[in-house]
């Protein structure tokens, strides 16, 4: 059920290993991968989709990219990308342009590597109930692909006695790995879940005092943090920095005040606080392009 690759190796009669990372590919090929740039799409011929994956699957995506449909579920695989898949997915049609390159270990649900005990290996069994697709850094998989080409060549030579030893370090070695990018990829979501949370509690304090306060200061106090932390944790999660929100929200208040009919220019600087009509009005023409008076004429 594998597609055809250049290389493959049975590590046991439950564990295969295959690839095509060393591929040899025409120039003009190589270099529009390098680039990111699309050659001619193919299709693993061998397969008739969509049919049941009996088989959990560890995918690196070394080059190119990988289109795919997992339990009706689209995927778009960048290089360099680590794929996890559990037995049992439906695929339906896989999809790569020429010079895509990768390596994939896959493994039945009773082998040595599925049963692992280990604290990584059940990491990832908690974490793969469905298919995984995660970025990697370039030099993370650098390093995966050396130390992979090192077993590799131990494990294919046929006179090494220790063989199996090798491959139960080989199974460690990457269910270690696998494990701490699961575990930093939690770290990241649970971080930004969080930033999420305070993100809004610092809108709806801005919401609630932009009338009198324009400090970023006043609402680092209230959130008891440092002005430079609250900074960071806001233009990282919303795009935009924490004094443009600031002013966001106070300019709406302005307008609403202006366009209500009730106040004049004078009334609406005094409300929202600013030291006189001439400092509000060149902060309502700055972030609008506007004077007060002529928004206020606006219909």
Known sequence: MLPRMDRTLLLERDIVVADNIDQRIPRGIEEAVAHGETTRMVSPNSLAFPYRVMFNTIIYVTAGWVECSINLTPFHIQAPALVL??????????????GTRSLI??????????????PSAKVIRSATLSPVCIPLEQRRMDRYMRLFRIIQHTIGSPDNIFK?????????????????ILLEQKAAV????????????????????????????????????????????????????ASEIIRENVILEAKVLLRSGQYNVQEVSNALHFPNASFFGRYFRDATGLTPRQFALQR
Not at 105 to 118: G, R
Not at 193 to 198: F, T
Not at 213 to 241: Q, V, W
């Open 190 to 241: 649970g971080r930004a879940e969080r930033d999420d949370v305070l993100l809004g509690q610092f809108i709806r304090l801005v919401q609630r005092h932009c009338r009198t306060e324009r400090e970023l200061a006043f609402y680092a106090d209230c959130m008891h943090m440092t002005p430079k932390y609250l900074s960071r944790i806001i233009s990282a999660t919303a795009g935009k920095n």
């Open 85 to 98: 898949s559990p037995s049992g997915v439906i695929l339906d049609d896989i999809r790569y342009p020429v």
């Open 105 to 118: 270990i896959a493994y039945t649900n009773d082998s040595y590597i599925a049963t692992l005990s280990t």
């Open 164 to 180: 199996r030893d090798i491959i139960n370090g080989f199974t460690q070695v990457v269910s270690g790995g696998i494990a701490k």
